[in-house]
T-cell receptor
Framework: KQEVTQIPAALSVPEGENLVLNCSFT??????LQWFRQDPGKGLTSLLL?????REQTSGRLNASLDKSSGRSTLYIAASQPGDSATYLC?????????????FGTGTRLKVLA | GAGVSQSPSNKVTEKGKDVELRCDPI?????LYWYRQSLGQGLEFLIY????????KSGLPSDRFSAERTGGSVSTLTIQRTQQEDSAVYLC???????????FGPGTRLTVL
């Protein structure tokens, strides 16, 4: 059974710091891994998606890496800003007992202090 | 419309009643996803549609849940004989293939009393 864990559960950093959010998954048979951002009271925003054959994806100050064999992904945020404050979720898309589904981690709540 | 819309935004119902939640995806988006987020819990994937068909419905929590999509556009998620544990925010997202980016709606907050 696929399980997705995110560490840390919460993180508070001063503005300008570079930071790393971690995501681990137990079953390496995934098709892709996606990082999302959720702002309080709002919906989700897709950030980056890494296909199983890829190692990393970059978008602006965000860089996501994937090591499928070890069941890990990291989301690197460079030069953090208060506007980056949100909950970050990772999700893996794969099959569990023949069923296609997204399995989400419980998220990392990030607070960037001005 | 400019984005994904969901209706109603809030729904309070009594245990045992049926509810229908609606999702209007971005025009032309071929893929549509339903998720739910319960208070204090993570996000749970329910079902996805490619066009009008859902390849796999086993992610739905129970046989009280059903979903359909017509005309490759609007989707409805129906919950029959609602239970208190069905209380959650139900989110819908759409995607235009082959892009991987999902666009989320604001959600429907369902409260079952």
């Amino acid at each position: 059974k696929q399980e997705v864990t995110q560490i840390p559960a919460a993180l508070s950093v001063p503005e300008g710091e570079n930071l790393v959010l971690n995501c681990s998954f137990t079953d390496s048979a995934i098709y892709n891994l996606q990082w999302f951002r959720q702002d309080p009271g709002k919906g989700l925003t897709s950030l980056l998606l890494i296909q199983s054959s890829q190692r990393e994806q970059t978008s602006g100050r965000l860089n996501a890496s994937l090591d499928k064999s070890s069941g890990r992904s990291t989301l690197y945020i460079a030069a953090s800003q208060p506007g980056d404050s949100a909950t970050y979720l990772c999700a893996v898309w794969g099959t569990t007992s023949g069923t296609y589904k997204y399995i989400f981690g419980t998220g990392t709540r990030l607070k960037v202090l001005a | 419309g400019a984005g994904v819309s969901q209706s109603p935004s809030n729904k309070v119902t009594e245990k045992g009643k049926d509810v229908e939640l609606r999702c209007d995806p971005i025009s032309g988006h071929t893929a549509l996803y339903w998720y739910r987020q319960s208070l204090g819990q993570g996000l749970e994937f329910l079902i996805y549609f490619q066009g009008n068909s859902a390849p796999d419905k086993s992610g739905l929590p129970s046989d009280r849940f059903s979903a359909e999509r017509t005309g490759g556009s609007v989707s409805t998620l129906t919950i029959q004989r609602t239970q208190q544990e069905d209380s959650a925010v139900y989110l819908c997202a759409s995607r235009l293939s082959p892009s991987n980016e999902q666009f989320f709606g604001p959600g429907t907050r369902l409260t079952v009393l």
